[in-house]
């Protein structure tokens, strides 16, 4: 068979987890929390799969979820999506944002990719004959440098990827980012998938803007999010797709013939759960004391960094202690000094090596500082 997608390979998230695994170290590579969710939601899910709620759902999701999104939505931000029309339940933020893409995409179209980009954009682009455009975020706050992606721009651009809190820099955009963007895209055929996975994993002052906040932008939005990372649950791989009705249409046909509809008693367990709004608002609290504890040890290694604004990443500079390349530095101190990270240089599709490596503070505290008395030793 001839390749469709030669240039991909395994993901760095498996590569480096089975070396973390393989070489007993502590494993702060692949992003997902090294704790449980709480037992209640658990208890939820066992009393809807002893009541017979263990066949199909709905296609577009149980009725409960979609009204429960469409109620945080609009007590958060203020923004309204019919349940029943513009909320759909899909397997997974990586499902909603494959098929938005598809939705959008034809041969030949431009997709604008703001590098570094979560892995998972690149592939769904070509995969519909898309032709990636990739401009670079600036290092190393990784904000976004608006001439280049006004430069990018031309009549074949038709989608924009956005990632806000951004994996793997954890900047926030602001809205100033929101309205420059609705000022280049005015009147333009462009759409926008806006990857906002880590909507409630915000720090200090910033607050998450899903670009749907923004009324022009709305209009032209995909907005993926996964319930992964908001209660600890990467592994039941369920998310969500809020979009307006007409773009919700077309993300539907394809929803129907990927995986038609998503595991049903986690769906009743989750919109049960999400009746109590703290639930979920603490996020950002609890994991900004994980961030500031990961980062006053991280003082004491030779590593130079700025606490991350957002997502459970928590970025690192080097090139001042080694010139290894990240992905040597990465292996070798999974090997060496026994604590596993990503090489950033793997979010660019050039492979750039700014020497950054990207740490998932995810963890319980005492592996936290288990791992930061390893790098504290030096690299
Ligand atoms: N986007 C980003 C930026 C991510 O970090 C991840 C990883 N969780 C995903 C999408 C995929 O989310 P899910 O596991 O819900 O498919
Ligand atoms: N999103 C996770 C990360 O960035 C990885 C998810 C996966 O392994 N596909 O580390």
């Known amino acids: 068979l001839q390749s469709k997608l030669?240039?991909?390979?395994?993901?760095?998230?498996?590569?480096?987890?089975?070396?973390?695994?393989?070489?007993?170290?502590?494993?702060?590579?692949?992003?997902?929390?090294?704790?449980?969710?709480?037992?209640?939601?658990?208890?939820?899910?066992?009393?809807?799969?002893?009541t017979a709620h263990n066949q199909y759902a709905p296609m577009t999701g149980v009725p409960s979820l979609r009204k429960r999104?469409?109620?945080?939505?609009?007590?958060?931000?203020?923004?309204?999506?019919?349940?029943?029309?513009?909320?759909?339940?899909?397997?997974?933020?990586?499902?909603?944002?494959?098929a938005s893409i598809t939705a959008v995409v034809r041969q030949g179209d431009e997709v604008i990719l703001l590098e570094p980009a979560y892995d998972c954009?690149?592939?769904?682009?070509?995969?519909?004959?898309?032709?990636?455009?990739?401009?670079?975020?600036?290092?190393p706050d990784f904000s976004v440098d608006w001439n280049k992606v006004a430069d990018a721009i031309n009549p074949k651009t038709r989608l924009i990827m956005v990632n806000t809190p951004h994996n793997p820099g954890g900047y926030v955009w602001t809205q100033e980012d929101l309205n420059t963007l609705a000022d280049?895209?005015?009147?333009?055929?462009i759409y926008i998938v806006s990857d906002d996975v880590?909507?409630?994993?915000?720090?200090?002052?910033?607050?998450?803007?899903?670009l749907f906040s923004h009324h022009e932008l709305k209009e032209r939005t995909f907005a993926c999010g996964s319930f992964g990372k908001t209660f600890h649950i990467t592994g039941w791989k369920i998310g969500y797709c809020l979009a307006p009705k007409a773009l919700t249409?077309?993300?539907?046909?394809?929803?129907?013939?990927?995986?038609?509809?998503?595991?049903?008693?986690?769906q009743y367990a989750l919109a049960d759960y999400m009746e109590d709004p703290s639930r979920y608002l603490y996020l950002g609290h609890f994991y900004q004391e994980k961030r500031d504890l990961f980062c006053e040890g991280l003082k004491?290694?030779?590593?130079?960094?700025?606490?991350?604004?957002?997502s459970f990443f928590q970025c690192v500079s080097y090139g001042h202690l080694s010139q290894e390349s990240d992905f040597d530095l990465a292996v070798r101190m999974t090997k060496e000094i026994g604590v596993a990270s990503i090489p950033t240089s793997v979010f660019y599709h050039d492979k750039r090596d700014h020497k950054i490596l990207r740490f998932c503070f995810a963890k319980d505290d005492d592996?936290?500082?288990?791992?930061?008395?390893?790098?504290q030793k030096g690299i």
């Open 6 to 50: 030669p240039h991909v390979g395994t993901t760095i998230f498996t590569i480096m987890s089975k070396m973390a695994a393989d070489h007993n170290a502590i494993n702060l590579s692949q992003g997902y929390p090294g704790f449980d969710c709480f037992p209640y939601l658990q208890d939820l899910v066992t009393k809807y799969m002893n």
């Open 69 to 98: 999104l469409a109620d945080k939505t609009l007590s958060i931000h203020d923004v309204e999506y019919d349940a029943d029309e513009e909320v759909t339940i899909v397997s997974g933020a990586t499902e909603a944002l494959n």
């Open 121 to 139: 954009y690149e592939p769904a682009v070509r995969l519909n004959g898309g032709v990636p455009v990739y401009v670079s975020l600036n290092v």
């Open 184 to 189: 280049l895209i005015r009147d333009k055929d």
């Open 198 to 210: 880590y909507e409630h994993i915000v720090f200090e002052g910033k607050k998450h803007l899903p």
């Open 249 to 266: 249409e077309e993300f539907r046909k394809i929803h129907q013939f990927l995986t038609f509809s998503t595991v049903t008693p986690m």
């Open 300 to 310: 004491e290694t030779g590593f130079s960094f700025t606490p991350t604004e957002g």
């Open 367 to 375: 592996v936290l500082e288990k791992a930061l008395e390893l790098l």
